[in-house]
Structure formats: C-alpha cells, structure tokens
C-alpha cells in the first residue's frame, strides 16, 4: 500500500474521477520543497523543558528565594532551511531539514504571525515534543516573498493539516488508532518519557545530596566556630579536614 501522501499526490494522476481531494492533491505537490527561515519558540511540550522546570523546583526548595532565570541561547536563534511535507515512518509529516519534524495529525494550527506579517506561526499539538515553530518563506535566492506568496504557502498548510485530520477520523470509525497506525512511534514515545523520568530522577536525587552534603558542611563548620572561640579561619581548616 502506498503511504498517504504518496497516494494522495498521485490519485488525482492516475484516475482523475476518483480524486476527490483535488484541493489537498495540489497543496502537497506545492509544498514538496520550500525554502524558509525559521526559529523555535520555548518548547513548552518537551519533557525536557519538564526536566527543566522540575530541577528549578528542586534547587529553589534549598535556596533563600535568590532564584535565577536562566535561557535557551539557542531558543529563537533563527535558521535557513527548506520545509517539505512528505511521508514518514510516523506518517505524513512537516519537515524542516534534519532539524523538525511534525506529523501532519499533531498540528494544532497554522496561522500568520500576528506580530510579523510575513512569518507564518506552527503551533503543535501536546503530543508534539516542539513548541511553536515561526517560519518566514524565502525564494530560492534567500529574499523574502510578497504577501500572494505566503498566503499560498499558509492556505496549502491548513488545507494538508485538515486533510490529515479528516483521514485520522475516517480510520478512527474504522477502528484504526493512531497506535495501530505507528507502533513504533508509540513505543519509541513511551520509551523516551521513561528515560526522561529516570533522569530527572537521577538529578533530583543528586540535587538532594549535594544539598544535604552542603548543610552538614556549614553545621561543622558552625561548630568549629563556636569551639575555637570564633577563630573563623581556623575553625573553616579544622572543617574542611573533617
């Protein structure tokens, strides 16, 4: 059988009177390739960004409220690439380069990006592991393109993440879950959130240690100080010798 989007691009070609998607047809034959700029959002879906917000809990139980914030460097780092959507083993899918790759089913919207007019916004879905993804069509040269040509772009991407969705309900009536579809894509999910769990175990329980090995640290050190008569220096050398 031939995957999805394959057999979508070709129906129409081969028996135009059963082509009854002519619309989604020629929006994936338009977005086999394009040329884009594009940079992420925070990835507020990831387990890692849940990792992250975990150890910042962890270290906030243990400090006195000097909290710090710190950043993603390469969160809105901006890239070229090209962005093409195609079958893949986790079924037809939104792809830029090597670096992103969403399937069709876990886009939650595509719209133009209210604060800048020529970028277009990539929200996925929470079974996504990507944030926002903001995407800027370029020519082939790298320059930007008019507002006709964008508009194309945006329109061909809803139409192909509405077709998807209207194939997954037909294969949900059927019986067909997502799971049936991409056993190993839900394997390989599981697989990675129990990695992810067993690792922020691990720095939690790590974070904990060193807090605790802190603590005993400074109540040694408090009692040295007591007993050498408040000869600080002293008392931190008979400490850190204990």
């Excluded at 082939?140 to 061909?156: F, P, Q, R, T, Y």
């Amino acid at each position: 059988m031939l995957p999805p989007l394959t057999s979508l691009k070709l129906i129409g070609l081969i028996c135009p009177c059963f082509d009854s998607d002519s619309a989604a047809r020629i929006a994936a034959w338009s977005l086999s390739t394009v040329r884009v700029r594009w940079n992420r959002n925070a990835t507020s879906n990831s387990a890692s960004g849940v990792s992250g917000s975990v150890s910042g809990f962890i270290s906030s139980m243990f400090s006195s409220g000097n909290a710090t914030t710190s950043t993603n460097e390469t969160e809105n780092e901006v890239h070229l690439g090209t962005m093409v959507v195609t079958d893949t083993s986790n079924g037809p899918s939104l792809n830029i380069d090597s670096d992103i790759s969403i399937p069709l089913r876990h886009i939650r919207s595509i719209d133009a990006f209210t604060s800048d007019p020529n970028s277009i916004d990539i929200q996925p879905s929470e079974k996504s592991s990507e944030g926002t993804i903001h995407i800027q069509i370029l020519t082939e040269e790298g320059a930007d393109v008019d507002d006709s040509v964008k508009n194309e772009v945006l329109d061909n991407l809803q139409i192909l993440v509405e077709w998807e969705r209207r194939r997954q309900d037909t294969l949900a009536e059927q019986g067909i879950s997502e799971e049936d579809q991409y056993p190993e894509s839900a394997a390989s999910k599981s697989n990675i959130l129990s990695d992810q769990a067993k690792k922020m175990q691990h720095f939690a329980q790590r974070e904990i240690e060193m807090q605790k090995t802190k603590r005993e640290r400074e109540a040694r050190k408090a009692k040295y100080v007591k007993d050498a008569g408040g000869l600080k220096y002293t008392a931190i050398a008979m400490a850190n010798r204990s």
